[in-house]
């Protein structure tokens, strides 16, 4: 019950942005502004305070357990995927799009927030570790689909690649990091600072997809097939998947609960942004991006739910 109730305050929040956004109290250029803020200091921030951990040795081998689990996660993912882009027939630069929506989850803007809500500190500690394999596939596996449909060669350079993986919250996991595994102590007033920062994440997070969901034609989402496909695989067939599978191999705890759970998010918020960059199909992706995170409303609750009652 209490899981439910923070899961519908989070959405609560997603609420408030849309009607924000649909108001005109902001405008256009927040959304890229939020998003901006967020990745790139809000969310390192968080992630900084919720490894301020002392050092324990079972705390290191489970993130170390998460790390290859979250890469096992990520090859089901694309097996289930090319099987979806099949089952539906699409094609090109559609077919591109549907399957790098399929793989990548919102971890970032909602997986954070809600495993903060649910799991506390410790959850996003783990988290934190869990979406190394996120921030390294994305920028590679991730561009190579979307490139995939694409006249002539790739532009994309090794330089551009190691660049893009190397973004603010991987350098927070890695400090964050640091301090876990010798117990160093940040001095009270910089750590109160940085928690303070850290602590806007959730709202401004769930604000932000509000804003994003407000600016998407519905009427015309309504009537593609093959994304309500999408939402059925990406936030109930995968996630199921992964439960099962972990449930036979014995996990339980924060081991069953963080794949489940990021796993059941909706497509990953940048899927439009990178599909744009790549000069892919950037509608498609923004109406992926709208459905499932519209449907999440209803199916997060009942993952976490799940999940509780096997942890």
Do not use: W
Not at 184 to 200: A, C, R, T
Request: with cysteine; proline share 3%; net charge positive.
């Amino acid at each position: 019950m209490v899981a439910l109730q923070q899961v519908l305050m989070l959405f609560s929040l997603i609420l408030i942005g849309f009607f924000v956004r649909k108001k005109g109290i902001v405008s256009d250029n927040i959304i890229k502004e939020i998003s901006s803020l967020v990745l790139n200091v809000t969310l390192p921030a968080l992630i900084i305070v919720s490894m301020d951990f002392n050092f324990d040795k079972d705390m290191l081998i489970r993130s170390g357990k998460l790390v290859v689990i979250s890469f096992v996660v990520y090859f089901i993912a694309f097996i289930v995927s090319t099987i979806f882009v099949k089952i539906v027939h699409s094609e090109g630069k559609e077919r591109d799009v549907l399957q790098y929506a399929c793989i990548f989850s919102n971890t970032g803007y909602m997986g954070y927030p809600v495993i903060n809500a649910v799991l506390g500190p410790e959850g996003v500690f783990y988290t934190a570790l869990y979406n190394l394999s996120f921030s390294i596939l994305v920028y590679s596996l991730g561009v190579f689909l979307l490139n995939r449909s694409k006249d002539g060669e790739a532009d994309r350079s090794i330089k551009d690649t190691v660049k893009s993986i190397l973004n603010p919250a991987l350098f927070a996991v890695i400090f964050g990091l640091i301090l876990f595994v010798f117990s160093i102590d940040l001095p009270e007033q910089i750590f109160s600072v940085i928690k303070m920062i850290g602590g806007v994440t959730t709202p401004l997070s769930m604000m932000l997809v509000g804003f994003i969901l407000s600016s998407v034609d519905f009427k015309e989402i309504i009537s593609d097939k093959r994304l309500y496909y999408l939402g059925i695989v990406r936030l109930l067939i995968l996630p199921l998947i992964v439960f099962s599978g972990s449930k036979l191999l014995g996990f339980t705890g924060f081991l069953l609960a963080i794949p489940v759970i990021i796993t059941g998010m909706p497509s990953a918020a940048n899927t439009a942004i990178i599909a744009s960059r790549y000069d892919s199909d950037y509608r498609t992706a923004s109406k992926a991006i709208f459905l499932t995170t519209f449907f999440s409303i209803f199916t997060i609750p009942g993952i976490i739910t799940l999940v509780n009652m096997f942890m």
